[in-house]
């Protein structure tokens, strides 16, 4: 079997079997594994430009080969302009703002499909769906004009007057101008300086568009009087014949006509009459109607007079001539346009009429507004298409027409030509025909930005390319506005060279997001603007401190300090933390801290004393001012008042006092029974009634723990074990062995015995058994044997050699603990195997065991009774002598032998050395410790002695067993009879 089968493990496999006869194999299997498709490579989101080509990829990995199906989401896919290339990817040709969508890249084979999806953003430039239309509006009058722009993502539309470098924002009012939301401008109360082109430009991330519209102001002094376009001519006519002198006068308002004969007003009677055109019309002529006649031409904005003559003849000899037929005029040549101006001239040209080759020539007329002068003839009969006007005033406005002549007269005027203006004389003299070339070919894309990259935190590098050639590219004007404020006023920087490619914009704010955008130029033509790109100026230090910084006494060594960010215009970057300099009379302390706690506890201060806080912020780029000092001491605060407490119920009082008078009885109670029972459990200890004072009031000062009774049936042939590692005489005791420390295992001295009547002992004849420290071997104790040793309890002196108390000073002889602890030594087994080591106050040790028959222990481990082998004690001369006792006053029990002895004891198991601890601050008689020495030393018992320096003595020999020492500077043993004592260099340890 195989697991986790990978493609590596694909292909033929047999099974062999061979034994020593031969071999057989099966027919190769096939495996072949089969991979679940997967990604090699996602297609990722895609932003394009409208018209530009885009490629989704989508590598894809399995086997067998998976199949790839490209889909759209959300609506269908571009016929035509879509199709999978041989990689498998999307390509999509020339793609529409309404290819935007979700495209779909689905993988699939016999194991399992997948799919990935990627996002196609298409950005469109700018396009005008309402242009500005051109706008001639009177003086004072309301001037609107319309600019509706679509795109994706939508561009801002904004406003500005040729020349002027204010940007006009939909939503916002600029004094006389305003701007709607939906991107209508409006001027109220048109001045004549308003008049000009008004320039609606739309711009976004993709590019940008421009559309233009002329605004002209018109007053009754710069609205030119009327014109005539067909005037009287010189005529010659018979007596009492008709003659028709026309007048037709156009303007705006429209004129009415008035006539004049040498220059008296003409009203109409019998034979004359005025038509509604103004043509004047003369019956049954006569010869005083001979003379000049002037037809005018009046208006609002002025007036215009043409002139002609009539002239009667009586003979029939006379040379007659009429006026031409208008049908014979030329045809009138073309508006004129401006060339060139300077301070005094004007170049004007014009286009013949058709037919011009029977012209005669061509008449040019101009009307200033500045000077108010009416129509003046500039020149008549021009043979060529263009005229120099000269003597002309600087800085006036001209506006001219030019009419066609031929040998039948005069046709009626051009349209009227656009106002030009002679230069002033601290200008440059522009030619009006560059400017309008100039806004032809900066209508179109000219700049587009390509870049830019913040190089400190004041300054960003801007680069563009020239996507034309520079012949009206002036320069260039960089427009820049903060994003962070949502405003749409832009700075501008000029960049005065055509053939530059980019440009470093200083004095910006630290840490600020901006737009850029750029604007050709020439002359005071603005072309359309490059598309617009955002950028973040770098991070820098805070350029202010922290603010609002108060301090609030907590108690006299503590105060509470508050403080505020500094104002985010100074920040200048990502606020990171505060620094906090607390400053004393000798000591200087620095704390940082972050963002998230403007606050700080200043602790441990000295009381009433006085200090100064600074606080500065930091940011990645570093660390700002600091704050001015601020006096802090730590005076304490005025007191505040409490706040109200409502009153206690006095139920809960009542309550709280009845549970505490309960629980006080219940205690008193428990204790008092706790005693009786402690005094009921000492009451049953058998002990001697010289030795009731020793015993200790609680069972934790005593080491015998209650195991039920020790008594056992005398029948049974059971023993006892016991676990040494569980008795302790401290409170949370180790259980474990502990490594011996300045201990000495004091065995049990079996003194010399006195015989007496059993009636002087009460023993009941029980068996009792005494666990040893070896939980495998158990010691037993015949009745006769517990009788001596309670006979050598009762009979022990309790007075020194002088008769006086003796009194145990153990302080004298105990020195401090070695600093390497002995070596463990085995114990030597007694039959009496209890020890006494006491170093508690007090302690005492087990009450005498009754009486029990004698029992031996074979090699098996096996307990056999042995009455008539009862043990062997030596005589009384060979035992060593008894050690004297002393109750817990001081005082002797006996007086026959001298030494001393201490109550304060504690009780061991033999073997268990580890267990036996030094006795401290005990008095002890060094005369009693000298006999013990040399009783010990005299007797035919084997002694041994063991010194500090751990040499071993050999003496006499111990009685019944041998004698062992341990490493240990003092000791003292305690059985229920007797007492051992060591000092500092010499420990001299008798076993039983």
């Known amino acids: 079997m195989i697991r986790e089968v990978k493609p590596s493990d694909e292909g033929r496999y047999q099974c062999v079997a061979q034994n ?24 990722s989101d895609v932003t394009a430009v409208a018209d530009s080509s885009i490629e989704l990829e989508c590598k894809v990995g399995g086997d067998p080969t998976p199949k790839i199906l490209w889909r759209r989401d959300d609506g269908k896919m571009p016929v035509g302009r879509a199709r999978i290339t041989d990689e498998k990817n999307l390509r999509i040709d020339r793609v529409q703002p309404e290819d935007e969508g979700v495209y779909i890249c689905d993988a699939s084979n016999l194991v399992g499909a997948i799919t990935a999806r990627a996002t196609l953003t298409v950005h469109s430039s700018p396009e005008f769906t309402t242009k500005p239309q051109d706008e001639t509006v009177s003086l004072n009058g309301l001037a609107k004009f319309d600019c509706v722009a679509r795109g994706n993502p939508p561009p801002s539309v904004f406003w500005t007057k040729e020349g002027s470098q204010l940007l006009m924002f939909p939503g916002n009012s600029y004094g006389r101008m305003a701007v709607s939301q939906d991107g209508r401008l409006t001027i109220h109360g048109v001045l004549r300086e308003d008049s000009g082109f008004i320039v609606c430009s739309a711009l976004s991330v993709a590019g940008s568009a421009t559309a233009r519209a002329f605004l002209q102001v018109r007053s009754v002094g710069d609205v030119p009087p009327p014109i005539i376009e067909v005037g009287p001519a010189n005529q010659t006519l018979p007596l009492h014949s008709v003659t028709t002198l026309p007048c037709q006068a156009s303007g ?87 060339l060139n101006a300077t301070q005094s ?34 020149a008549h ?104 404020g949502g405003s749409h006023m832009y700075n501008m920087v000029t960049v005065m060279n055509a053939g530059a490619t980019q440009y470093t914009v200083s004095n910006l704010r630290k840490f600020t997001k901006y737009e850029f955008f750029l604007v050709p130029f020439f002359k005071s033509v603005e072309g359309q603007p490059s598309n617009t790109k955002i950028v973040q100026t770098l991070e820098d230090v805070p350029s202010a401190s922290p603010t609002s910084i108060t301090p609030e006494v907590i108690n006299s060594t503590a105060i509470l300090l508050r403080w505020s960010p500094p104002p985010p215009q100074h920040i200048n970057g990502i606020l990171l933390g505060y620094r906090v300099v607390l400053r004393g009379n000798n000591s200087l302390s620095e704390s940082h801290l972050n ?140 259980r474990d062995q502990p490594t011996p420390y300045a201990t000495t295992t004091l065995l049990n001295r079996r003194p010399a015995p006195e015989l ?47 008769g006086n108390v003796a009194t145990c000073n153990w302080s004298e002889f105990l020195p401090p603990p070695p600093d390497h602890p002995p070596p463990h030594m085995r114990a030597a087994r007694s039959i009496n195997q209890d020890v006494c080591v006491s170093p508690g106050v007090n302690r005492r040790c087990p009450p005498p065991l009754p009486p029990a028959r004698n029992y031996w222990v074979d090699s098996n481990n096996s307990i056999a009774s042995e009455p008539a082998r009862a043990k062997h004690y030596p005589p009384p001369n060979q035992r060593p002598p008894p050690i004297p006792r002393y109750n817990n006053m001081g005082q002797s029990q006996s007086s026959n032998s001298s030494g001393s002895s201490c109550p304060y004891h504690r009780c061991h198991k033999a073997q268990n050395d580890e267990n036996a601890s030094l006795l401290y601050r005990q008095p002890i008689n060094d005369e009693a410790y000298s006999q013990s020495k040399d009783k010990c030393v005299q007797s035919t018992l084997n002694c041994r002695s063991y010194r500090h320096n751990q040499e071993y003595d050999y003496g006499g020999p111990c009685w019944n067993e041998d004698c062992s020492s341990h490493a240990s500077d003092t000791g003292c043993s305690c059985s229920e009879s007797s007492c051992l004592y060591s000092e500092a260099n010499a420990a001299e340890i008798c076993a039983n």
């Open 595 to 734: 963002t998230t706690t403007p606050s700080l506890t200043l602790a441990r201060l000295s009381p009433l004393a006085g200090y100064s806080v600074r606080i500065c912020g930091y940011t990645r780029a570093g660390q700002g001012p600091y704050s001015p000092d601020v006096p802090v001491t730590t005076a304490e605060p005025a007191s505040r008042p409490r706040a109200y407490t409502p009153s206690t119920p006095t139920w809960l009082l009542v309550v709280t006092a009845g549970s505490a008078l309960v629980l006080g009885l219940t205690c008193t109670v428990a204790l008092y029974l706790r005693r009786r029972q402690l005094t009921k459990e000492l009451g049953h200890l058998s002990v001697s009634g010289n030795e009731v004072s020793l015993l200790q009031s609680t069972n934790k000062d005593t080491l015998w723990i209650d195991r039920g009774g020790w008594t056992k049936d005398v029948t049974q042939g059971d023993y006892a074990e016991v676990d040494t590692r569980g008795l302790t005489t401290f409170i949370n005791g180790r």
């Open 252 to 338: 705006d308002p429209k004129p009415r006509v008035k006539w004049l004969k040498n220059g008296s007003a003409i009203s109409p009677r019998n034979r004359v009459t005025i038509f509604d055109n103004g043509t004047l019309q003369i019956d049954d002529l006569e010869s005083s109607d001979s003379g000049l006649y002037t037809c005018t031409a009046i208006s609002e904005s002025g007036e215009s007079s043409w002139a002609g003559s009539l002239s009667v003849e009586k003979g029939p000899s006379a040379e007659l001539h009429r006026s031409p037929d208008p049908s014979a005029f030329p045809r009138p040549p073309s508006s004129p346009r401006l």
């Open 20 to 43: 020593i006869v031969g071999v057989k194999e099966t027919s190769p299997a096939s495996l072949t594994v089969h991979v679940k498709p997967f990604f090699s490579k996602e297609p």
């Open 381 to 484: 009969r021009v043979s060529g298409h263009s005229l120099l006007v000269k003597d002309l005033k600087p800085d006036t406005r001209y506006m001219f027409i030019v009419r066609a002549e031929n040998s039948f007269g005069l046709s009626v005027p051009s349209n009227i030509s656009g106002t030009g203006r002679t230069l002033s004389k601290d200008s440059r003299a522009v030619a009006p025909q560059q400017l309008d070339e100039a806004r032809t070919r900066l209508g179109t894309k000219v700049l587009s930005l390509m870049e830019l990259g913040a190089t400190s935190s004041t300054s960003v590098r801007v680069t563009w390319e020239v996507l034309t050639g520079d012949e009206y590219l002036e320069g260039v004007y960089v427009r820049f506005r903060e994003l962070s």
């Open 756 to 802: 007496v009547p059993l009636s002087e002992t009460k023993i009941e004849e029980e068996p009792s058994i005494i666990p040893t420290n070896n939980s495998d071997t158990a010691m037993y104790y015949g009745a006769e044997e517990q009788k001596v040793i309670m006979k050598d309890k009762i009979n022990q002196p309790k007075f020194n050699s002088a």
């Open 345 to 378: 001239s004007l170049t004007v040209a014009w286009d013949p009429p058709p037919g011009a080759n029977t012209l005669i020539g061509y008449t040019l007329e101009y009307y200033s507004p500045d000077l108010q002068t009416g129509w003046v003839v500039a």
